[in-house]
């Protein structure tokens, strides 16, 4: 018989009845959002008091509690509210909280020191390289990307020192977790504050450069099917996955607490008999089908890339089938309650104080209560005792067995055995309870960056641009005001990169201006292995960083952190997560779904800010043009048209075989030129994306008179354009 290491079970709650399901189904843990800044806002969601009776509910069984906090957090948020929010949860004893806010993870660090901290997939972890900064910061459990390999996740559990948690059954997302801003972009809803409005589920016309339709009809090549693990348990535990995810906070307790039950009865098999002796039984498999699919399965990126075969691409919505079932869950696992087998023992002898013991685990209470009479009728038998014993009522407990020891012809009111059992088991309650009170939490304080006085200093307004093409690089050395630019990795070939990149760097030296390099916005394995054999020769006053795993890999590297850059996607909303990112020499972009008031609230000194682009909506490892034509290995332009006649562009990056799918509208800024300096904000960027270089020169033109203070009024006249979240921002 195989008897392999402990596995986690980790299953979602959209609400308390789903939490204690789940737990009575077989969760070893239960993931739920709070009544602020969780990633579900539309999930019920748990008030104060209910987060503090599912940690209790959590501890008595055995279980453990993890909070999501992995919105972004704003100025306001992160400096006046979250500290309260969460002390009495950490006192409570709450086990760990999902972040995806650096600020927050260095903001829990430092005032809750024995609360564990998570890594949300939405930090897009696709790598050794996020894994191990993350884990100097002090997390201890990564949530990878769901778009990892198998041999991806064994590599972060070969080399980082940190727990790896992978989702294992539920929707996925079409975009890498953490990189999408189309819900946000084009509704206001943003995904990075738990409010998106899944656009990716609507159908959409292919078309291609021309406008010219691919496809005849419109499909829905953004919605993947929901993901099913459960074959691959053995691989995903066989390659370091220690806690196994299941996706579902926003979905009915039937579905949470009947997939939890088929799961753990597949963790335990395995766990129990090994791989060899592992096999799903083709009725359990049809249970999960019923119990809610898209379009039926995928085994996700486990095995493979991508493909549209992992697409529900002609009928999007999530289907669930046998009422039988649902019923079956919810009498076996929701309306019956989930108690704890204690034991017990009762003594009755005359002259002698009642007694009372109870018993859990290690764990024994002893009560005393009155002292019985003689019987002037009616004595009290054990039976009779036993049975109000036994009525535990709305406590965690019930009794296994209750010894029984009672002399013949006493009598005790029962409202002493009711009082006596009502004590012992509150007693026992708070016994069990005890280790997972905690003290300890540091007092708040507040954000200082007066110790960093040389990442402030600014000289006046500078202008930086940012290219995805070649051809768009010559444009920008005739212009004086151009300061620095950074050439993005899509604009370079891999198999010269390092000349190439010379020659740009050196072109930009003898017109007087810096050269960045941008790397891949995805740095998965095979890419990290790539740069790694070339960094040496990488000739740059900097680099553009857009993910931690590429963060990671330029510290260790030897890259000071002076010369490192973070993009709009490593989000700084607050104050805090500025500041701990200037703590290891790291500027900072200002993030892009802030308001005007927002960011007056944000200390802006030495952030870069982008005033001009096509900005990314979503990064995937999925590929239209794929799912459409099928693969041509060459970099391509392409449009998603949607039902109001909106057109997006797509790019396929055949180099990482990545997918960016970019904003109808350009990002256009230069309206309030004036008012970005009184934000504190004097370093502006353009980013060029897909545009042609006589329309760089125009726009170039433009913001050079802007930057000189030279125009005023300079929107183009009838051009389509957005001011992005400057104007609106987000929930």
């Known amino acids: 018989m195989f008897m392999g290491t402990q596995l986690e079970l980790l299953s979602p709650a959209g609400n308390l009845t789903t939490f204690q399901a789940v737990v009575h189904a077989g969760a070893d843990a239960v993931y739920f959002g709070g009544s602020s800044f969780g990633a579900r806002a539309y999930a019920d969601n748990f008030t104060k008091e209910e987060v503090l009776t599912a940690i209790d509910f959590a501890h008595i069984h055995g279980k453990k509690a993890y909070m999501t906090v992995n919105t972004l957090l704003k100025e306001r948020e992160m400096e006046e509210q979250l500290y309260e929010y969460l002390l009495p949860f950490y ?53 990878t990307a769901r778009e990892l ?48 409005a899944q656009p990716c589920r609507l159908p959409y016309e292919c078309v291609d450069k021309n406008h010219k339709a691919i496809r005849e009809k419109p499909m829905f090549p953004l919605s993947p099917k929901d993901l099913c693990t459960i074959d691959r348990i053995p691989d995903l535990a066989e390659h370091g996955v220690f806690s196994f995810k299941i996706e579902g906070r926003m979905k009915q307790g039937e579905y949470a607490a009947g997939v939890t039950s088929i799961y753990r009865k597949y963790l335990n098999r395995y766990l129990t008999y090994g791989k060899e002796s592992y096999k799903v039984s083709p009725e359990d498999r049809k249970l999960l089908m019923d119990l809610g699919n898209r379009s039926g399965f995928t085994e996700g990126y486990l095995d493979q890339w991508n493909g549209a075969g992992m697409l529900a691409i002609h009928k999007p919505s999530h289907a669930k089938s046998n009422d039988a079932l649902q019923r079956e869950v919810r009498e076996t696992y929701i309306e019956k309650e989930k108690k704890e087998t204690i034991q017990g023992c009762f003594v009755m002898r005359q002259k002698e104080p009642i007694h009372f013991t109870v018993k859990s685990g290690d764990i024994t209470i002893e009560e005393q209560g009155d002292i019985p009479q003689k019987a002037q009728s009616r ?9 109000k014993l036994e009525k535990t009522g709305d406590t965690p407990f019930v009794f296994g067995t209750i010894e029984m020891d009672v002399e013949d012809g006493l009598f005790v009111p029962i409202s002493g055995v009711n009082e006596l ?54 444009p920008l050395l005739k212009k004086c005001e151009v300061s620095r630019i950074y050439i993005d990795s899509m604009a370079l070939k891999r198999d010269n990169l390092a000349e190439e990149l010379e020659y740009f760097y050196q072109k930009a030296g003898e017109f007087g201006k810096e050269l960045y390099y941008v790397l891949p916005v995805i740095f998965r394995r095979h890419t990290a292995e790539f740069y790694k054999k070339i960094i040496k020769e990488l000739k740059a006053d900097g680099f553009l960083v857009k993910s931690y795993d590429a963060l990671q890999f330029l510290l260790e590297s030897g890259v000071m952190g002076e010369k490192i850059c973070l993009d709009a996607n490593m989000y700084s909303w607050s104050n805090r997560t500025k500041q701990s990112f200037w703590k290891l020499g790291i500027r ?11 960011l007056s ?33 060459e970099t391509a332009l392409s449009y998603l048209k949607d039902r109001r006649g909106a057109y997006f562009p797509v790019k396929n990056n055949c180099s990482e075989c990545y997918n960016v799918i970019y904003n109808s509208k350009p ?65």
Not at 152 to 171: N, S
Not at 421 to 447: D, F, I, M, N, Q
Not at 588 to 598: A, G, I
Not at 695 to 702: A, D, G, N, S, W
Request: net charge positive.
């Open 91 to 143: 006192e409570q004893g709450l086990d760990a909280v999902i972040v995806q806010d650096f600020g927050v993870l260095s903001f829990v660090r430092c005032h809750f020191p024995q609360l564990s901290v998570h890594a949300s997939t939405q930090m897009t972890v696709t790598g050794v390289g996020g894994a191990r900064f993350l884990a100097e910061h002090g997390v201890s459990r990564v949530v």
């Open 149 to 196: 390999s198998l041999p991806e996740i064994q590599k972060i559990h070969t080399d980082a020192d940190v727990e790896i948690e992978c989702f294992v059954h539920g929707a996925l997302c079409y975009c890498y977790s953490g990189q999408c801003l189309f819900s946000s972009l084009i509704g206001g809803r943003s995904g990075n504050r738990g409010r998106c």
């Open 379 to 387: 004595p009290l038998t054990a039976e009779k005792i036993q049975g």
């Open 421 to 474: 059992r009502r004590k012992a088991l509150c007693r026992l309650e708070k016994e069990l309870l005890k280790p997972w009170r905690r003290g300890g939490a540091k007092a708040y304080s507040t954000v200082d960056f007066s110790r960093y006085p040389h990442m402030a200093q600014e000289e006046g307004i500078s202008l930086s641009v940012s290219v995805e093409r070649a051809q768009q690089f010559p």
């Open 588 to 598: 900072d972009t200002v993030p892009l779904e802030l308001n005007k008031k927002e």
């Open 601 to 633: 609230a944000r200390d802006n000194l030495g952030s870069e800010m982008i005033v001009y682009g096509y900005l990314p909506m979503m990064t995937s490892v999925q590929c239209v043009k794929k799912t459409v034509e099928g693969c041509g290995k």
């Open 667 to 731: 990002l256009e800024l230069s309206g309030v030129r004036d008012e970005l300096p009184g934000l504190g904000i004097k370093k502006f960027r353009l980013n060029f994306t897909i545009e042609e270089p006589g329309e760089v020169e125009k726009i170039l033109e433009r913001w050079s008179g802007v930057c000189l203070g030279s125009r005023k009024e300079i929107l183009p006249k009838g051009s389509d354009f957005t001011y992005g979240h400057y104007k609106r921002g987000v929930e």
